[in-house]
C-alpha cells in the first residue's frame, strides 16, 4: 500500500484548503456573534500550576528553570476553565477563550493532541441559556459553510432545528434498559453493586474490579452516545453529581448536577456547567478525581490553590467548552479531525 502524501504536499493542500477556509470563516462568525452580545476575548496563560483535576484527562508535562537554576512543574493546560474563573472573579461578567488547548493519551478521528476550544462564561445567567448558544453555533456554521445537514460516519442531523433536551437518567432508560437513578442515594453518593447487576442484565460486559463511574462511562460509551444527535443534536442534560465535578447540584434534585453535553450526529460537541463556586466542596472533589486518576494511571496531578481561593469570590456564572474543530468537522463534512488543522500534529 502506498503511504499517504504528508498534507503540505501542494496536491494535498490543495484538497484541504477549502475546508480550512471555512474553519476561518467559521471563526470569525462565531467571534462576532460574541462581539455583538458583549462578550470580551480573553488571552489566558498556557503553562499552568495544574492542568485540571479530571480523572481521565492527561496533560502535556514540563518544568519552569528558575534564573537560579530551581525547578518548578508545570503543565499545558487542558482547558482555560481555571484562568477563566479568576477573571469572573475578578470582576469580568461575559468572556470567551478562543485557544489551543493540549491533552495527552488522545489520537484518532475525532481527537488530536493540540486542539481548538472555545470557552465561555455568562455571570449571573442560567446554564440552560448556554444550551442555547451551543444550538446557535451549529446553525451558524452550518450557514457559513453551506451545509443543509451535517454528517459524520452514517448518522446526520439538522442543524437548524432545536436540539432535543433529553436528563442522562432518560438516555439510560431509553437506550439501555437502565434505571441509573436506582444506583444513587439522595445524597447523591452511589452504589456500585445496584448499578453493576443493572448493567449486567442489561448484556454489556462488567468486570469484578469495575466502580460505579467505570460501569457509567461503559453505558454511555456502548449504549448512550452512539444514539445522541440523530435527525436533531441533543443536549444531554442533568447529569449524577458523582460525573460532574466542576457543577454544582440542581435545585430540584441534589442527586444530579447543573451538567450538560451537546452531541451532534453521535460526536460529543460541548460541555457546559452551572459553575460550582464552593472552595470546599470543589476541593473535596479534586481530590476524589486524582485518588481515582492515581488508581487507574498511578499519577496525580496538584491542586490549583489559586483558583480555590478565587473560587470563594467567584459570583454564581455558567460555563461552557465546544471543541471547535469537531464543530468544523461536521460542518464541512470531513471525516478525520486533521483534516480540517491547517498544521496538523505529526503522527508518531
Given at each position: 500500500m502506498t503511504a499517504a502524501s504528508p498534507w503540505w504536499t501542494p496536491h494535498v493542500h490543495a484538497d484541504r484548503r477549502p475546508r480550512l477556509l471555512a474553519r476561518n470563516a467559521i471563526a470569525a462568525d462565531i467571534r462576532a456573534w460574541f462581539s455583538q452580545r458583549d462578550f470580551i476575548e480573553v488571552d489566558t496563560a498556557i503553562l499552568q500550576v495544574s492542568p485540571g483535576?479530571?480523572?481521565?484527562?492527561?496533560?502535556?508535562?514540563?518544568?519552569?528553570?528558575?534564573?537560579?537554576?530551581?525547578?518548578?512543574?508545570?503543565?499545558?493546560?487542558?482547558?482555560?476553565?481555571?484562568?477563566?474563573?479568576?477573571?469572573?472573579?475578578?470582576?469580568?461578567?461575559?468572556?470567551?477563550?478562543?485557544?489551543?488547548?493540549?491533552?495527552?493519551?488522545?489520537?484518532g478521528a475525532l481527537h488530536s493532541p493540540e486542539f481548538t476550544m472555545v470557552e465561555w462564561y455568562r455571570v449571573g445567567e442560567p446554564y440552560d441559556v448556554l444550551m442555547d448558544d451551543c444550538a446557535a453555533f451549529l446553525a451558524l456554521a452550518a450557514a457559513r459553510a453551506g451545509a443543509?445537514?451535517?454528517?459524520?460516519?452514517?448518522?446526520?442531523?439538522?442543524?437548524?432545528?432545536?436540539?432535543?433536551?433529553?436528563?442522562?437518567?432518560?438516555?439510560?432508560?431509553?437506550?439501555?434498559?437502565?434505571?441509573?437513578?436506582?444506583?444513587i442515594r439522595p445524597d447523591g453518593s452511589t452504589d456500585r453493586d445496584i448499578l453493576h447487576e443493572a448493567v449486567s442484565a442489561a448484556g454489556i460486559r462488567t468486570a469484578p474490579d469495575d466502580t460505579w463511574a467505570d460501569l457509567f462511562s461503559r453505558v454511555m460509551v456502548e449504549k448512550v452516545?452512539?444514539?445522541?444527535?440523530?435527525?436533531?443534536?441533543?443536549?444531554l442534560c442533568e447529569y449524577p453529581t458523582a460525573e460532574a465535578a466542576l457543577a454544582r447540584p440542581t435545585a430540584h434534585d441534589p442527586r444530579v448536577a447543573e451538567r450538560f453535553e451537546l452531541y451532534c450526529c453521535g460526536v460529543e460537541l460541548a460541555n457546559g456547567f452551572g459553575e460550582l463556586t464552593d472552595p470546599a466542596e470543589q476541593r473535596r472533589r479534586f481530590e476524589a478525581e486524582m485518588d481515582e486518576k492515581q488508581r487507574v494511571y498511578g499519577e496525580r496531578y496538584p491542586i490549583d490553590e489559586d483558583f480555590l481561593s478565587a473560587l470563594s469570590i467567584m459570583p454564581d456564572a455558567s460555563g461552557v467548552a465546544l471543541g471547535f474543530d469537531r464543530l468544523v468537522m461536521l460542518a464541512t463534512g470531513a471525516r478525520h479531525i486533521d483534516d480540517i488543522i491547517w498544521t496538523p500534529v505529526a503522527q508518531l
Open positions: 483535576n479530571e480523572a481521565h484527562l492527561s496533560a502535556f508535562s514540563t518544568e519552569a528553570i528558575t534564573t537560579g537554576g530551581e525547578r518548578a512543574p508545570l503543565h499545558l493546560h487542558t482547558s482555560p476553565e481555571f484562568s477563566c474563573k479568576k477573571l469572573l472573579a475578578a470582576g469580568e461578567r461575559r468572556i470567551f477563550s478562543f485557544g489551543k488547548v493540549f491533552r495527552n493519551r488522545e489520537r443543509a445537514r451535517f454528517c459524520f460516519r452514517g448518522r446526520e442531523a439538522d442543524p437548524f432545528a432545536q436540539p432535543e433536551r433529553v436528563t442522562v437518567a432518560q438516555a439510560f432508560a431509553g437506550h439501555a434498559g437502565i434505571d441509573l437513578m436506582a444506583s452516545e452512539p444514539n445522541l444527535g440523530i435527525g436533531v443534536a441533543t443536549v
